[in-house]
């Protein structure tokens, strides 16, 4: 994959070939009688978390990693999802736990990611996985984030001394995506609701990575000429899906960039999977 030949950044493509390479994987440590087991709880019954956790039990399929989906009700108590928790912790077959958000207003959301095993944290939520990101690089990596970097890596995109503006200061995006651009000799800017002037930012950013939560958001006036625009948000409109760029607006302007759907969303994907095999090669390979 090549920039030029290509300039929407095809994260489809791109999930494929990681998924290919983990189907390999997960051969190989057939052969050794091991089976990686992803599972995921799901609190109450959102309608969004339940198609989004259907996408995961696909894929995991298609790969050949065991998955398990635990249905909680969304009355539940914190100290009994608390001890759903534990007991995955203590199962050797369960490689990776992910406690699909947003959990219920009586949860308190970072208590049930801090009891989590962090080599079980395939999400890369735990606070020491965020901290050996922030160290050296290492640990469970959040998946969106570590998506982007293997878009921008298998199209070759260079980072070293390129600006690149993030919006958005998420724990789950914009702080690990700045954290994993700066691992890579990125100058990084994070910009987020209080910025004041943020096109001044952006018209300067040579990777523009959209995490805001609005949809069609960054417009054109905002974007440099020949930067490589990401696009996280996910809005379902009217008119179909769409992120936090105006797309139509901003394509022509730009080297490259990711479309909604078909973008990041499939490479959160490849990577909680990629996050199960590394965590069952790690605890059991
Ligand atoms: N603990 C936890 N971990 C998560 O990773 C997590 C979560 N909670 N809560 C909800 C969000 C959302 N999320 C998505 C993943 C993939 C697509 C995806 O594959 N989207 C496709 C299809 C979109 C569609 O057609 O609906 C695309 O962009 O092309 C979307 C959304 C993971 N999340």
Known sequence: MRVGEDKILSGRKVAKAVESDLSKEVERLKDLDIQPGLTVILVGDNPASEIYVSYKEKACKRVGINSTIINLPKNISESDLLAEVQKLN??????????????????DDEKVIATIRPDKDVDGFHPINVGELMINNKGLPSCTPRGIMEILARYNIELEGKNAV????SNI???????????????????HSRTKNLAE?????DILVAAVGREKFVTADMV????????????RTE?????DVDFEGVKDKVLAITPVPGGVGPMTIATLLKNTLTACKERRG
């Open 173 to 191: 995006v914009g702080k690990p995506m700045a954290t994993m651009l700066l691992h890579q000799n990125a100058t990084v800017t994070i910009c």
């Open 90 to 107: 203590e199962d050797n077959q369960v490689d990776g736990i992910l406690v699909q958000l947003p959990l219920p207003d009586h949860i």
């Open 201 to 205: 930012y952006t018209k300067n950013a």
């Open 239 to 243: 008119e179909g899906l769409c992120g």
């Open 224 to 235: 440099k000429e020949g930067a490589v625009v990401i696009d996280v948000g996910m809005h």
């Open 166 to 169: 993030v919006i958005g200061r």
